[in-house]
C-alpha cells in the first residue's frame, strides 16, 4: 500500500507549475527552485537544491518519441531521509505517459530505495522498489532507459532492472504516441518517502544536493511544428540500434539476479493489491 500512497504523492509534487522558466543551459531549462538548481561547469553539471523553504527540478528542452537516454546522478549523501529524488520522462495532460525513476531518501548508512513506475495513456499502478548495488551518493552511476515501440528497459550501470514490453496485442497500454520530455527534481516528502513516512527530514543537514552529468539522448527529436521526429527520417532510424533493441538471454539474466537480489516490492506480487486478480502483463 505504501507504493500506491507514494505514487500519487508524486503525482500530486509533478504538478507544481514552473514556477519561472530561469537559467537555460545545454539540454536542460531550470523550471523550479528560485536559484537552487545551479548550471556549473559550462553546463556540464547540473546541481539540485533542497531546503525549508524549496526544492528545485530542471526539464529538458526537447521532446522525445523514443531514445536511449543515460545521465548520470550522486544522490544526496548523509541523512537524505524525507527527501526524493526524481529522474523521469513524462508527455502533459491526464492520460499522460511517463517513465519513472524515483529515488527515496534514507538515514545515513540505510539504503536508498529506487522506485520506479510506467504510466501509459494516464494509467500508473505499476510499482516496482530496489535497493542498489552499490551505495549511490559516493559518486555518478548512470540511470537509463530504453524506450522503443516494442519494450522500455531501465538500466543502473548498464545493468537492465526492469523490462516492459509492448503488450498492445493483448490490450495493455504502451507509451508510444505521445512526446516525452525529461525531467528531474529534489524535493521533501517526509510524510512518505522513508520508512512510509516514519523517518522524517532532518532539516539541519540541509541544504539537500543532488548532482547530474554527463547527460546523452540518442533519441528521436520531437518537432512540434512538423509532429514528426528526427527518425522518421530512415537513413537517421536505421542507424539507432537501440530503436529495435530488446533484451538478450544475458540482459535476461541480468534482470533475474537484480530481481532475485534487490527487489523489495512488485506490484505483479502483490496479491492484495489485486484480489481479482493480476495485470496482464504479469503475466507475459
Ligand atoms: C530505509 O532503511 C530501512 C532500514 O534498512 C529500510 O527498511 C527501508 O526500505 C529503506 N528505504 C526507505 C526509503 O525507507
Ligand atoms: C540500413 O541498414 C541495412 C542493414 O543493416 C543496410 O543494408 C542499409 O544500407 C542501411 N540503409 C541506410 C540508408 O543506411
Known amino acids: 500500500m505504501a507504493a500506491i500512497a507514494t505514487s500519487c504523492m508524486i503525482m500530486m509534487m509533478k504538478s507544481i507549475p514552473a514556477a519561472a522558466a530561469a537559467a537555460a543551459a545545454g539540454d536542460f531549462d531550470i523550471t523550479w527552485g528560485d536559484g537552487r538548481a545551479k548550471v556549473l561547469n559550462g553546463g556540464r553539471l547540473l546541481t539540485l537544491s533542497l531546503d525549508k523553504t524549496s526544492g528545485s527540478g530542471f526539464r529538458s528542452k526537447k521532446q522525445y518519441l523514443f531514445g536511449k537516454i543515460d545521465m548520470q546522478i550522486k544522490l544526496v549523501a548523509g541523512n537524505s531521509a524525507g527527501t526524493v529524488t526524481t529522474y ?16 527515496l531518501g534514507n538515514l545515513s548508512g540505510d539504503p536508498y530505495t529506487l522506485h520506479t513506475n510506467i504510466f501509459a495513456e494516464g494509467k500508473g499502478n505499476k ?5 542498489l548495488w552499490f551505495d549511490p551518493t559516493k559518486g555518478f552511476h548512470t540511470y537509463s532507459v530504453i524506450w522503443n515501440p516494442h519494450t522500455i528497459i531501465f538500466y543502473v550501470d548498464g545493468t537492465p532492472i526492469r523490462e516492459f514490453k509492448n503488450l498492445e496485442a493483448k490490450g495493455v497500454a504502451f507509451p508510444k504516441q505521445q512526446p516525452m520530455w525529461v525531467y528531474s527534481s529534489l524535493w521533501d516528502a517526509e510524510d512518505w518517502a522513508t520508512r512510509g513516512g516514519l523517518v522524517k527530514t532532518d532539516w539541519s543537514q540541509a541544504p539537500f544536493v543532488a548532482s547530474y552529468a554527463n547527460y546523452e539522448a540518442q533519441a528521436c527529436v520531437w518537432s512540434p511544428s512538423t509532429t514528426t521526429t528526427s527518425c522518421s527520417d530512415s537513413s537517421n532510424a536505421n542507424s539507432s540500434s ?10 535476461q539474466a541480468k534482470i533475474k539476479w537484480v530481481q532475485q537480489n534487490y527487489m523489495i516490492y512488485n506490484y505483479c506480487t502483490d496479491s492484495k493489491r489485486f484480489p481479482q486478480g493480476f495485470p496482464v502483463e504479469c503475466s507475459s
Open 88 to 103: 523521469y520522462l513524462s508527455s502533459l495532460g491526464s492520460t499522460h505517459d511517463e517513465i519513472d525513476f524515483e529515488f
Open 127 to 131: 510499482e516496482q522498489q530496489f535497493y
Open 242 to 251: 537501440w530503436l529495435s533493441q530488446s533484451l538478450d538471454t544475458d540482459g
